[in-house]
């Protein structure tokens, strides 16, 4: 969560992660683990999520899908 918050980008899959280079590769699930805060609403489309960081998304109005 931390990175995604200083990315200006505000909806996140598989290739803008891999473009901000948050991911190394697109080939693997990818799951967004909690890990520091989020203010602004995002909204996400990964294989997995933490469910702290999901809900951390969602209180500051975001999204998350998974896809498979």
Do not use: D
């Given at each position: 969560l931390k990175a995604l918050e200083k990315s200006g980008v505000l909806e996140f899959d598989a290739k803008v992660l891999a473009d901000q280079g948050l991911v190394r590769s697109i080939k693997k699930p990818i799951k967004v683990l909690g890990y520091g805060t989020i203010s602004k609403a995002i909204?996400?489309?990964?294989?997995?999520?933490?469910?702290?960081?999901?809900?951390?998304?969602?209180?500051?109005?975001g999204k998350v899908e998974i896809v498979k």
């Open positions: 909204t996400l489309k990964v294989n997995a999520i933490s469910e702290k960081a999901k809900a951390a998304v969602e209180a500051a109005g």
